[in-house]
């Protein structure tokens, strides 16, 4: 498996885990709300699990974009990004390192096609 591939794995199990955990325990989806947050985490879990058997190095590539400028909009936004998802102190350590780890795989994928020639990446 590529780094891009076990990104998938890790990250989309832990944030479809971090979003059902939430969900089940009757979130708010008032703004800002936990539920917002936690339809958020649902819908890139999927994606990434999903993109584990298509395309990993896209979709890997978009879900660090997005942690990135969650990241920025956290702390520009203070407790809540775009006033619609609430940010707290684990948002303000999961975010950029969703974001880093993100493009760590991706480079260390295009690293190893590089030298090995295309995988399945």
Request: net charge positive; charged share 15%; with cysteine.
């Amino acid at each position: 498996m590529t780094a891009t591939q076990w990104y998938c794995s890790v990250v989309g199990l832990f944030l479809l885990i971090r979003s059902l955990t939430t969900l089940l325990g009757a979130p708010a989806f008032s703004l800002p709300g936990s539920g917002w947050r936690a339809a958020l985490q649902a819908v890139v879990g999927i994606t990434l699990l999903a993109g584990l058997r298509t395309r990993p190095i896209p979709v890997v590539t978009a879900v660090g974009i997005l942690y990135a400028i969650e990241t920025a909009l956290g702390i520009v936004g203070g407790d809540a990004i775009l006033g619609v998802i609430p940010v707290d102190m684990r948002d303000r350590i999961v975010h950029p390192t969703l974001a880093i780890t993100a493009a760590l795989a991706v480079f260390a994928t295009l690293r190893r096609t590089k030298r090995r020639g295309p995988v399945d990446a």
